[in-house]
């Protein structure tokens, strides 16, 4: 029996879910030199369904980096041969390849040591031990939110909101929103372009069986839009003189 961070785990079982896609089929790049750990974390993300990669050493992730298409690379912070801090900063500073997302994987548990990896460009940061469960959570977090597609191109999506949390963001930017703001703002990004009552907001955001002053709705329109400025997004929102409100998408503002 093997055990990592509270899983415990048959060595067959390790071995025998150990296969690997090759570089150019793969969409994590694991970059971790400790076998073990990077058995488990292989085995549990494509247990999720994703496909992954294994680098036992920074100088082998240059390599992958440089010539694989990836859409997120988990990587340890300690590393032989060239160390994770330079394989993320090499990363960042690539113009082709800035926009991957990454999760850093450390036995650095100082709050300064996250912060530098974070002030770095990792896009998130995950300390050992760690539970499998969260290791994936967080992967599917940072594919949702990348801007990525199937064949490794960047392109804009624009405003999206989160489906777990009351959270909007753009690209890396995230900005938290009151619960009523974001059902309020989910509910005209359903049908961008189309305009929606004061009348109609109430019954399908606050519900019909509460009252709530029409007034209401154009407070927490004035408060989301100050969320979407920090976005650079406040226009998004738009009134439509004696009709209502409506969402439109960046790519259709005039």
Not at 51 to 72: E, I, M, P, V
Not at 209 to 233: C, F, H, N, Q, S
Request: hydrophobic share 40%; glycine share 8%.
């Amino acid at each position: 029996m093997l055990e990592i961070a509270g899983v415990r785990l048959q060595y067959h079982d390790l071995m025998n879910n150990n296969q690997e896609n090759n570089a150019s089929g793969a969409d994590i790049l694991i970059i971790e030199d400790e076998d073990a750990i990077a058995r488990l974390m292989g085995l549990h993300l494509r247990a999720a369904g994703y496909t992954t990669y294994r680098c036992a050493d920074g100088d082998d992730a240059l390599s992958c980096l440089r010539d694989g298409q990836w859409r997120l690379v988990v990587l340890d912070r300690m590393l032989p041969g060239t160390g994770g801090m330079q394989v993320l900063r090499w990363l960042k500073a690539s113009e082709k390849r800035a926009h991957i997302p990454v999760l850093m994987v450390t036995a650095l548990a100082m709050a300064s040591e996250r912060v530098q990896g974070l002030n770095d460009g990792a896009d998130d940061y995950l300390p050992k031990p760690f539970e499998p469960d969260e290791l994936v959570a967080r992967a599917r977090a940072l594919l949702r939110r990348s801007r990525i597609v199937e064949s490794g191109v960047a392109v804009e999506q624009g405003i999206q909101l989160d489906p777990d949390v009351p959270v909007v963001f753009e690209g890396n930017v995230r900005v938290d929103l009151r619960p009523m703001e974001y059902k309020l703002l989910q509910m005209l990004m359903k049908k961008p372009g189309k305009t929606r009552s004061r009348d109609y907001l109430l019954d399908h955001v606050w519900g019909n069986d509460v009252y709530v002053e029409p007034r209401t709705v154009d407070v927490t329109v004035k408060r989301l839009r100050k969320a979407l400025k920090e976005l650079g997004r406040k226009n998004c929102v738009e009134t439509v003189r004696g009709m209502g409100y409506r969402f439109l998408p960046p790519s259709e503002k005039k």
